[in-house]
């Protein structure tokens, strides 16, 4: 790959027009239409995520887990249908998070380190999904699904499907600590070094997340102030924080082989590059 | 032998300081990557929230926190905060040494900061099992909790301070890896752990 | 293992061919008609799905269903014949992957998109088998228990379709961005991995009803996702051997010509 990027590349222009008429031309023509799709596809599924888990079938912010047989049957009743219709569009759009990760992996293919980080996050974070989210959209479809189910089985799906979500801790915890080391290792400047201790603070939040194994109520519970509150920002805010550099990182991606051109190098180019082809 | 500082030391700029090798200007405003005071920023923030549920809690139940916090032993928290506050002093110790060039100072109070840390670290373990023996486990009572998350959580950053030490020492060992801004940087990050522990034993230990 | 990343397209500008290391890929490729048999013959085998259970049955008709000593033993017999083959087309799925590999992509993103989605799917499969096999395994317990292991397999098996559409929605991506005078795959074979995707839609509503075409015995959920699934197997098999084997060919045309350096 290096050696058919060396010789140069007339800039390409790009055209006015409506949106549409960009779109398309972008599709056609961007050499970076690969990295813009896996990028575009993880922001989507994001929102879609956020939509469906917290307006859809409101299991986040979770319900409480002290609460007995009767109640848990009632949560169950009063969201059947946002649980069936919210989960079923996530058996449909899971495979988006394939996108994410390869970006991620991309990212660590770019730095300095051994392809190992990449393969690494890329095989973590895609098995991560199964016991992480799919469970519990699984498990609490089954719950749903038969309302005159014994109370006790609806509990046990109830518990099932709430700490397999909250609870899987360590391939979020691994995958995090790799990515870490990637960024702090790295000498081509991909992602930022503050984003490298980010990692580290989201792979801590695993950490934090372990007692809500051990306690139904209170700020320990998987509905807790620490245990889900304040980890969720801190997950917010991972989550923002790498959509944004992922973003930066694709704008300065030169496809080279080297340290990564800053932001400011590389609009002054594409500025220049426009400039040279009206003339 | 001779003056390893002599030998090997890098370019002095005006102030006299080690020019930093990075090349990053902002080193002169912080020590250090300002990428760890990012971090070490939004640490003592999520600190600060937990601390804050704790009080929060405690307010609550002022009785039952004050019963269970009798059981705790002043005297090794007291130890334990001594102890960690030397080791800032080793690692700034560390720090100036390197600054000045003198690599084997540096390794040896480097090291020395590795030794108090372990100090902590086994006294730690004994006071949690004593507490465990005694029957106060992370389940008996609200306070014990709280204080087995809180020197939990702790723990886990001083651990992460033995792997930031071990950079500090690899950077320390050899001519051709010494950055000044890494060693600062990890110097950085344990004074924050010692900091985190101040306020902990402040808040379980102290404030009765 | 060369870096997934290099890419075979652009070897021909450098003057020097980058030859990829193909031994063994037809070995693997043979892999598909033995697992796709084997597979075939656990499925008729079950008798769950002879004709497809109804999600209507009772918790008691569930147990009984299980209890019937002479469809246990197909039961588990089927069930165990799933467990030790449902991971067995990975390797082909790989060999597409390697295929993604030589388009003229400029970033492996497609190829990492693909490698994620294969880890995903075979695991699902996995997990309704397993709870297939629990609901057989003490046919005794309480008919509800029984039930729920059964739920959870069917829903399961019948819902979890999320990386099949990824990854045909990524394979005929893959394929229209492939700009080359001969592309890897022909530009059909991306239509059809469209259509394939849009006919797994419907299985992940299953449990909205419990009867009907969307049910997990439905014309939707059952009949059109598994035959969409077995003719994208039959197809994709078809073109992947085509692929390889003209890869081969054009390997050792290069071989033969690089031989005078």
């Not at chain 1, 979770?62 to 079923?88: C, K, S, Y």
């Not at chain 1, 070094?193 to 998987?222: D, M, Q, S």
């Not at chain 1, 082989?257 to 590059?273: F, M, N, Q, V, Y």
């Not at chain 3, 197997?233 to 692929?243: C, P």
Request: glycine content about 6%.
């Amino acid at each position: 790959m290096s050696a058919a990027a060396t010789h140069t590349v007339t800039p390409l222009t790009r055209p006015g027009g409506s949106p549409f008429h960009r779109i398309g031309w972008h599709c056609r023509h961007n050499p970076k239409r690969e990295l813009w799709l896996a990028w575009w596809t993880t922001v989507v599924f994001y929102q879609l995520f956020f939509v469906v888990f917290f307006v859809i079938t409101r299991t986040q912010p979770p319900p409480n887990p002290g609460w007995d047989t009767p109640r848990v049957v009632q949560w169950f009743h009063n969201h059947h249908n946002g649980l069936l219709i919210g989960f079923a569009i996530m058996f449909v759009i899971t495979g988006m998070t394939a996108a994410s990760n390869a970006l991620i992996a991309y990212s660590m293919r770019r730095m300095s380190v051994s392809p190992a980080f990449g393969y690494s996050y890329l095989v973590l974070y895609s098995l991560s999904a199964v016991p992480g989210m799919l469970l519990l959209c699984l498990v609490l479809t089954v719950g749903a699904l038969r309302p005159d189910r014994d109370p006790e089985l609806i509990q046990w799906l109830y518990d099932f499907a709430f700490l397999s979500f909250s609870g899987t801790m360590g391939v979020f915890l691994i995958g995090s600590l790799v990515w870490m080391a990637a960024i702090l290792i790295d000498k081509h400047g991909v992602l930022p070094k503050w984003f490298g201790y980010l990692n580290l603070c989201n792979a801590l939040t695993e950490v934090v997340v372990a007692p809500a194994w051990i306690f139904h109520r209170g700020v320990f519970a998987w509905n807790g102030l620490i245990c889900w509150w304040i980890n969720m920002v801190v997950f917010g805010i991972y989550t923002g924080a790498f959509i944004v550099l992922l973003r930066q990182m694709i704008q300065r991606e030169d496809f080279g082989t080297g340290p990564l051109p800053d932001l400011a190098t590389t609009k002054e180019l594409d500025r220049s590059g426009d400039a040279a082809v009206a003339r | 032998m001779t003056d390893l500082a002599g030998a090997g030391s890098p370019p002095h700029d005006v102030d006299g300081r080690l020019a930093a090798k990075d090349g990053d200007k902002t080193a002169k405003f912080v020590p250090g990557q300002p990428d760890m005071w990012a971090f070490v920023l939004f640490e003592t923030l999520i600190f600060t929230g937990y601390f804050s549920v704790y009080l929060f809690q405690r307010a609550q139940h002022p009785e039952s926190f004050l019963h269970a916090q009798n059981q705790l032993d002043l005297r090794i928290g007291v130890v334990n905060t001594i102890v960690l506050l030397a080791s800032s002093w080793s690692v700034a110790r560390c720090v100036e040494a390197a600054r000045a060039g003198a690599f084997r100072q540096a390794s040896r109070n480097a090291f020395l900061t590795v030794v108090f840390a372990l100090v902590f670290l086994a006294s730690k373990v004994c006071e949690w099992v004593l507490q465990i023996h005694r029957g106060n486990g992370i389940t008996s009572s609200e306070f014990f909790t709280y204080y087995f998350f809180l020197t939990g959580i702790h723990f886990l950053h001083l651990l992460i301070g033995f792997v930031v030490l071990g950079v500090v020492i690899y950077q320390l060992r050899s001519p051709a890896r010494r950055s000044q801004n890494l060693i600062e940087t990890g110097a950085t990050y344990w004074h924050t752990v010692d900091f985190l522990w101040v306020l902990i034993f402040a808040l379980l230990y102290v404030v009765r | 293992m060369s870096d997934i990343g290099i890419n075979d397209a652009h070897g021909a500008e450098s003057g020097r061919p980058a030859l990829r290391r193909i031994d063994g890929e037809l070995i693997l490729w043979w892999t598909l008609p033995a697992v796709a048999i084997i597979w075939a013959s656990a499925f008729v085998l079950f008798p769950g799905f002879t004709p497809p259970m109804s999600p209507t049955m009772s918790a008691e008709q569930v147990a009984s269903f299980y209890r019937d000593p002479h469809n246990l033993s197909r039961i588990r017999a089927s069930m165990i014949l799933f467990n030790w083959f449902c991971v067995g087309l990975i390797p082909v799925l790989i060999l597409i992957v390697m295929q993604i590999r030589r388009m003229a992509h400029r970033t492996p993103i497609f190829s990492y998109c693909m490698l994620g989605c294969v880890a995903g799917g075979p695991t699902l499969f996995l997990t309704a088998n397993i709870c297939w096999l629990l609901a057989g395994f003490r046919p005794e317990r309480s008919p509800e228990l029984t039930q729920m292991f059964n739920d959870l397999a069917w829903i399961t098996f019948t819902s979890q379709v999320p990386f099949l559409i990824a990854q045909s929605v990524i394979l005929a991506l893959a394929i229209y961005v492939d700009d080359q005078p001969r592309p890897v795959f022909p530009r059909w074979v991306a239509h059809f991995n469209l259509l394939v995707a849009a006919a797994l839609v419907p299985a992940a509503f299953v449990a909205l009803s419990l009867s009907g075409p969307l049910a997990w015995d439905g014309a939707l959920s059952f009949w059109l996702k598994n035959i969409a699934i077995a003719v994208w197997i039959v197809v994709m098999g078809a073109v992947l051997g085509q692929a390889i084997r003209r890869e081969r060919a054009d390997y050792r045309q290069r071989v033969e010509q690089d031989v005078p350096v």
